[in-house]
Nanobody
Framework: QVQLVESGGGLVQPGGSLRLSCAAS????????MGWFRQAPGKEREFVAL????????HYADSVKGRFGISRDNAKNTVYLQMNSLKPEDTAVYHC???????????????????WGQGTQVTVSS
């Protein structure tokens, strides 16, 4: 069973930055897509960003375009989410997710992913 371990969350002021990391415990695990989702209190989990592992192609939710950047380190089986110009509405638990296969389209639905991390809290507040 592959485990995804997130780190990097915390409390930051509006306009600040944070970088989240997510590492897959099994380096032999074949990743096709890795994504970040978030869930705010009382809201459904929503897609944030994804990266296709081999090509490096990325996709972002409209709400974070131009502020967040997703990247990956293939050798470390690690994905990063650089979050800049943070807003209070970015407050949520952020989860990374991994899919073993890619069949086309944008993997923006959580049912498309096979493995999930436990989540890391991001709080944006003054």
């Amino acid at each position: 069973q592959v485990q995804l371990v997130e780190s990097g969350g915390g409390l930051v002021q509006p306009g600040g930055s944070l970088r989240l990391s997510c590492a897959a415990s099994d380096r032999t695990f074949s990743i096709a897509v890795m994504g970040w989702f978030r869930q705010a209190p009382g809201k459904e989990r929503e897609f944030v960003a994804l990266v296709r592992w081999n090509s490096g192609i990325t996709h972002y939710a409209d709400s974070v375009k131009g502020r967040f950047g997703i990247s990956r380190d293939n050798a470390k089986n690690t994905v990063y989410l650089q979050m800049n110009s943070l807003k209070p509405e970015d407050t949520a638990v952020y989860h990374c997710a991994a899919s073993k296969a890619y069949y086309g389209g944008v993997y923006s639905l959580d049912r498309m992913y096979d493995y999930w991390g436990q989540g890391t809290q991001v709080t944006v507040s003054s």
